[in-house]
Structures are given as structure tokens and as C-alpha cells.
């Protein structure tokens, strides 16, 4: 099944304690991006990836790292996280350099940082 | 800058209602549009798009027609079921980026 996996689903952490968020597609995509969504302010983008090695800031980076050095994986990465980073994120992935077929997204990752 | 404007939720119709959610943009280009549904506990899938100016996306019953004219791009369903209750939200992509609307929350009662 053509599908986009993030893991955890939930995740409660500390501030200042460094977490990874994985997201993996098994479509070959080249394309594959991270977004927050949080209430009133829809989704904001974090980091995309045009491919392997080519990674380009979203509208919200601060705070945030990734990489990308194969095709399938994209992780989200936070080195000291936040009480403001808690929110919902969503990886998602296109195949189509023009994404007229949109993206295809992950199931969500719930992160709470106390 | 480029941006998205949904009409602000929650909606609340009866099953077999007509369904409006308004969806203006603002961009520059021309950027393609796109309405994603989003049900409970689950990540955005792809409901319609449209690509360029007068084109109509359809699915599940659902339409949208790219108007550039007005900058519009709203969600039309002539008979909702409980099974449309979900958060819609709106979304136009230019270049690389995708730029989405804030959501609409539609609640279908029986």
C-alpha cells in the first residue's frame, strides 16, 4: 500500500530534550515536506525536500532541523525542544514535479513538550 | 505574499443539506488549488484540484470551480451525508510552496 509513515504517533517530552521524528514513503517521491498544524492557524510549513540532499526552509523553521539523505526518509528533528513546539505534525510526500496530484500525507505525530 | 481565506467554522448541517465553504487566495501566477479533507485522527487526503482558471475539480460528490476572476476557489456538495463531517481546508500551490487556509469544521447531524 503506496503510503507515508510517521512515528511516533504520540510523543511527550521535556523541554530541551533532543527528539527525531522519523517519516518514511514508499512511492519513490522526490518531494516530501513537514508541516505544524495548530488551532486558528491551519497547516504552516516547516522544511521541504526537492530530493536527496536538497533540503529548503518552510515558512516556520525556527527551532527545527532535517535531512535527507535517502529518498524514502525525511526526518524531523528538534535539538532542544520547546513548550511552543507542541502541536501536530504532519509529513507529507509528492511525486509529481508539479504536484498537480497534491501531496500524499502521513497519519500525524501529536507532540507535547512540557 | 501568497495566501489562503476559508470561512470560519464550525459548520453544523442537517444530513442532505446543501454545503458552501468559501475559499478566496491571493497569489502570484498562477497557482494551481486544491481542497483536502482531514476526518478524525487521521492526516489530510486530497479531495479535488484545479490546475488553471474555470477548471472544476470533482469528487465524492463535491465541486469547486477555479474562478481567477474573483480569486475563488469554493467547495460546493448539493447533499451531505454524516459521513462528509470532517475539517475541509483549502490550499493553493506556487513554485514549491503550498500555502493551506485555516480549516472549516463540518458537523453532519442525522
Known amino acids: 500500500e503506496a503510503q507515508v509513515t510517521q512515528n511516533p504517533r504520540y510523543l511527550i517530552t521535556v523541554t530541551g530534550k533532543k527528539l527525531t521524528v522519523t517519516c518514511s514513503q514508499n512511492?519513490?517521491?522526490?518531494?516530501m515536506s513537514w508541516y505544524r498544524q495548530d488551532p486558528g492557524l491551519g497547516l504552516r510549513q516547516i522544511y521541504y525536500?526537492?530530493?536527496?540532499?536538497?533540503?529548503d526552509k518552510g515558512d516556520v523553521p525556527e527551532g527545527y532541523k532535517v535531512s535527507r539523505k535517502e529518498k524514502r526518509n525525511f526526518p524531523l528533528i528538534l535539538e532542544s525542544p520547546s513548550p511552543n513546539q507542541t502541536s501536530l505534525y504532519f509529513c507529507?510526500?509528492?511525486?509529481?514535479?508539479?504536484?498537480?496530484?497534491?501531496?500524499?500525507f502521513g497519519s500525524g505525530t501529536r507532540l507535547t513538550v512540557v | 505574499g501568497n495566501s489562503v481565506t476559508q470561512m470560519e467554522g464550525p459548520v453544523t448541517l442537517s444530513e442532505e443539506a446543501f454545503l458552501t465553504i468559501n475559499c478566496t487566495y491571493t497569489?502570484?501566477?498562477?497557482?494551481?488549488l486544491f481542497w483536502y479533507v482531514q476526518y478524525p485522527g487521521e492526516g489530510l487526503q486530497l479531495l479535488l484540484k484545479?490546475?488553471?482558471?474555470?477548471d472544476k475539480g470533482s469528487n465524492k460528490g463535491f465541486e469547486a470551480t477555479y474562478r481567477k476572476e474573483t480569486t475563488s476557489f469554493h467547495l460546493e456538495k448539493g447533499s451531505v451525508q454524516v459521513s462528509d463531517s470532517a475539517v475541509y481546508f483549502c490550499a493553493l500551490r506556487t513554485g514549491n510552496q503550498f500555502y493551506f487556509g485555516t480549516g472549516t469544521s463540518l458537523t453532519v447531524i442525522p
Open positions: 525536500s526537492m530530493n536527496v540532499e536538497v533540503t
Open positions: 512511492m519513490n517521491h522526490e518531494y
Open positions: 497569489a502570484t501566477g498562477y497557482p494551481s
Open positions: 484545479a490546475t488553471k482558471a474555470d
Open positions: 507529507a510526500s509528492s511525486g509529481d514535479r508539479s504536484h498537480n496530484y497534491g501531496y500524499t
